[in-house]
Every structure is written in C-alpha cells, then in structure tokens.
C-alpha cells in the first residue's frame, strides 16, 4: 500500500451518478472559468439534490457556489445559471394584460437589518397604476421574509397559480411564495439551521446572485434588483443576457460606505446600474435628496424582532399613519417600480406619486384588496388594522 498523498497525474474518483462533478471542480480549483453547458448542468443537478434532500448536497452547493465565488464568477457563467434553474420551475404564468408586469426584490446581506422594503413598496406601486409583483420565501438573509411579512398582514401567498393569475389581472399585484415554482426553495432555507449555515452561507456570494438574478416566477420582463455589495453592473449584464428588458441594479448606502442596503435608500447616496431597453447600461449616482427624499436615520430603518411587529410597521406606512423615514424608504422604491412600469417618467416622479397614493388610502385599501382575493386571512388583517388605530401607535 502507498501512505501518503496521491500523484498529482491521479484523479479522485467519484460514484458513477457524480460523473459529471469532476471536471468541474477541477476546473474551479484551478480558477478556470466554466462553460455555458457545465454551468447549467451543475446548477439544475444540484438543485435537484436539494429539492430530494440529498445528502451530498450540501457539499456539492459548497464546492461549486463557493467555488465561483472564489474564483469570482463571470457574467456567462451567472447567466447560464438561469437555463438550469428553469429546467426546476413548474409552474409558468403568462398574463392577459397590456401593461408591463414588474417585480422586485434583493440579494440580501445588508449591513444593516431593515424593515421589509421591495415587499410593500410592490403593493404600493400597485396601488398606484403599477402591474408589480413579488415572489418570496421565509427569512433567509433577513429577519422577516416576503411570505413572512405577507402572511402576517393576511395574504395567502401560497395560493393556486389559477388565483395568483386572476389577483395579478384584476387588482395588479400578487405575493407569491417562490417555492410553489421552485420545489428546491424550502429545503434549501431549511439547510440554513443546520449546524454548518453560519461558516457555510457567507461563502456563496454566487448562490444569491443565482436566486437573484434567475428566480422568475412571473416570467417579467423588467424588476429592479437591488444588491448589497458593488456588483450593481455586473448584475444587470446578467439580467440582460437573460432576457430582461429593462432593469434597474441600486445599491443604498448610509452616511458612509459601511451601511449597504440593497434597494434605492433615504440615508443617502445609491449607485444605479440601469439597462436599457435598448441594450445599454448606465451606471450613475443618485442622492435620496435628488429625488426629493428627505435624509433619513437608519435607526427609523430597523427591522423589529418578530413578524407581527413587523407587519404592523409595514401597515403603520401603508395606511398613512407613519411619516417616519420608514415611509420614504419604501415610497422611493415604489418610485423606481414605477418608473419602471411606465407609469412616471422619472424615480422622483414615481416616489411623489407613490406618497399621494398613500395620503389619498389607495395603498392600504389594496392590502385588503389582496388579502381576499387571493383566499387570505381577511380577520387577521382586521385585527393588524384595529392595532394600528391613532391611539395605538407609539
């Protein structure tokens, strides 16, 4: 028997049905950039293993995920994860509609824990003439995840795709868990209280721009994607070659470059990577007072502990009755959906409509809108309604 390291002419072998793993991990150790063909096959196969709950599969995300990230993954290889994912969806929308239907979200890992932002500024750019939408799942990076906070306020977001289909063409907006398209979401999220998570995760930067960038539900055309590290062109070159036809990439800074918010802030500057209709992408500056935003805290910005708090903050903003810097951070981010939704011709545009639109009861009057017709907890939303009454707010 040899005792010690084999000869580097040798390879590791692997069981017949990892075949495909070989050489793609050899060539990210090498830091060789990956084909178009091994991308996609990695990503739909290692998805798969999560959906089934395989145990391999936390080693395999880990050494391709965090391969790229080390590696530093490229904007071929980013794009040709979306073919793989799709190969994972079941379910496809299509809409009846006229407008352009727009989504929105974030990467996560913010430097500071905020309130929910893309999910209310949704409901209020739809409250405002917008066709926006939002798919979610469980806090993953956050305190409280879109279907967290939505099913706190009473929206069924689990919903049949026949009822998601009839809220996006009759009120314009719907709350979507992701996982109903994407059976590989929950398990995924449930690997994140496994005892490895906390060293694991941070490492695989490119699993989030995966999920960001690819995860489509809707089929949309145009969102705005925040990202909470300087990657904002990068992510749009992405959005581009996957299909979408306009985008916008915001990453919110505080008073300094240490509070990294991902979407449009109110605490300061945010650095816009913009795509085109035409192909092209802009990346620009904006400052919160540019577009009219008074200069928030970041304190007003917090996220609470719990969901319910949380939804009831939410409720406080869309009901009219907070006028904090919570209000503005979500109606500048409503403000870009419109923007994006040809409803206004600019993101200043956009955040004064979404203001009026909340003065004037339309956005809350929307929540309510949803809550039933997407077969929802319609008491529940009753009772966070009787909570946030004048005399009890704080």
Not at 105 to 115: A, E, F, Q, S, Y
Not at 129 to 141: D, E, L, N, Q
Not at 297 to 307: F, I, K, R, Y
Not at 382 to 387: F, G
Request: proline content about 4%; hydrophobic content about 40%; some cysteine.
């Amino acid at each position: 028997k040899r005792i010690g390291r084999p000869l580097s002419s040798e390879r590791p072998r692997y069981p017949e049905k990892y075949s495909w793993w070989s050489p793609i991990i050899r060539k990210l150790v090498l830091k060789e950039d990956l084909s178009r063909g091994e991308v996609e096959e990695a990503t739909f196969r290692i998805l798969r293993l999560i959906e089934r709950g395989d145990e391999s599969a936390p080693l395999l995300m880990a050494g391709f995920f965090g391969g790229l990230t080390f590696k530093g993954p490229t904007v071929d290889e980013l794009a040709a994860m979306y073919p793989g994912m799709e190969r994972t969806r079941r379910v496809t929308l299509k809409f009846n509609l006229s407008k352009p239907v727009v989504t929105a979200g974030g990467t996560g890992g913010d430097t500071v824990k905020t309130i929910n932002v893309t999910t209310p500024a949704v409901l209020l750019a739809a409250s405002a003439g917008a066709v926006a939408v939002k798919s979610g799942a469980r806090a993953f990076t956050s305190r409280t995840g879109a279907t967290d906070l939505a099913m706190s306020m009473g929206i069924n977001v689990y919903s049949s795709s026949r009822i998601v289909k009839n809220c996006v063409e009759r009120l314009g907006t719907a709350v979507w868990a992701s996982s109903i398209a994407y059976p590989w979401m929950e398990p995924l999220i449930e690997l994140r209280n496994r005892e490895f998570a906390p060293i694991l995760f941070p490492q695989l930067d490119s699993l989030r721009l995966m999920i960001a960038t690819s995860l489509n539900p809707f089929s949309t055309k145009r969102q705005v994607r925040g990202v909470s590290t300087p990657q904002t062109r990068l992510v749009a070159e992405v959005l581009g070659k996957i299909g979408y036809e306009r985008a916008l990439v915001p990453l919110g800074y505080g008073v300094d470059e240490s509070i990294r918010i991902d979407e449009f802030s109110n605490l300061g500057k945010t650095i816009v990577s913009e795509l085109h209709q035409n192909g092209r992408i802009e990346t620009y500056e904006v400052d919160c007072e540019d577009l009219g935003v008074k200069r928030g805290d970041v304190n007003e910005v917090v996220s609470g502990e719990t969901h319910r708090q949380n939804a009831l903050t939410i409720l406080k903003v869309l009901s009219g009755r907070d006028r904090t810097g919570r209000r503005d951070l979500i109606a500048i981010n409503a403000g870009a959906i419109l923007y994006l939704a040809d409803e206004v011709d600019s993101i200043r545009e956009g955040y004064e409509l979404a203001s009026n639109t909340i003065d004037e009861g339309y956005a809350i009057r929307k929540v309510g809108e949803l809550v039933k017709l997407s077969g929802g907890d319609s008491k529940r939303f009753s009772r966070m309604l009787r909570l946030i009454r004048p005399h009890n707010l704080r």
